[in-house]
């Protein structure tokens, strides 16, 4: 069955990085796209960003740029986001989720995240 | 960045009852060039992660029983649980994807049995 199995809870100081990753399976890993989406505690949902499994092209949100890579790796189907320079306000449940991809003339839209990674947690404390 | 907000903030609906959810973005996500709205609903029951009920506005998911429509246009939009059921205690998110640079989701709208 089609899943994302994410890595498991992380606890960092802050200041450091941390590399959370999502191994897919049952599915053709590259015709679709992995989205990043957090969720601090008690809060709502904040998008992070997406890659595109098929070329490796990325949009992340303004306000993690310079702090936030992901990545593909599609010989195991395994996508990584990672986030530097930890602060206490990103502790929070990290998910990754297959997007699929809709294509109109040059431009490639991320659309509909349809499965879900069970979630990371990442605690950031001194 | 578009800006997405939600209402009410929660609300509460007896079984059987209808539920209604409205969200409104900042900026039109209707697409002119081919007549779509880029909004999807998603629905997130606790300690879970979210699931995709809707897309493209009022595109209903695979599997998502057909008590769930969404609706709207541009601005505007609704998603309607026209039967509220027990199982359907969550909070619901919309989301705009209009914008693939910052696809920003609303802040949610809780919904309890009365």
């Known amino acids: ?126 | 960045d578009i800006v997405m907000t939600q209402s009410p903030d929660s609300l509460a609906v007896s079984l059987g009852e209808r539920a209604t959810i409205n969200c409104k973005s900042s900026q039109s996500v209707l697409y002119s060039s081919n007549n779509k709205n880029y909004l999807a609903w998603y629905q997130q029951k606790p300690g879970q992660p979210p699931k995709l009920l809707i897309y493209w506005a009022s595109t209903r998911e695979s599997g998502v029983p057909d008590r769930f429509s969404g609706s709207g246009s541009g601005t505007d939009f609704t998603l309607t649980i026209s039967s509220l059921q027990a199982e359907d205690v969550a909070v619901y998110y919309c989301q705009q994807y209009y914008s693939t640079l910052e696809a920003t989701f609303g802040p949610g709208t809780k919904v309890d049995i009365k």
């Open chain 1, 1 to 126: 069955q089609v899943q994302l199995v994410q890595s498991g809870a992380e606890v960092k100081k802050p200041g450091a990085s941390v590399k959370v990753s999502c191994k897919a399976s049952g599915y053709t890993f590259t015709s679709y796209g992995i989205s990043w989406v957090r969720q601090a505690p008690g809060q709502g949902l904040e998008w992070m960003g997406w890659i595109s499994a098929y070329n490796g092209n990325t949009n992340y949100a303004q306000k993690l740029q310079g702090r936030v890579t992901m990545t593909t790796d599609t010989s195991t189907s395994t996508a990584y986001m990672e986030l530097r320079s930890l602060r206490s306000d990103d502790t929070a449940v990290y998910y990754c989720a297959r997007v699929r991809l809709y294509l109109m003339t040059t431009v490639t839209t991320p659309y509909g995240m349809d499965v879900w990674g069970q979630g990371t947690t990442v605690t950031v404390s001194s």
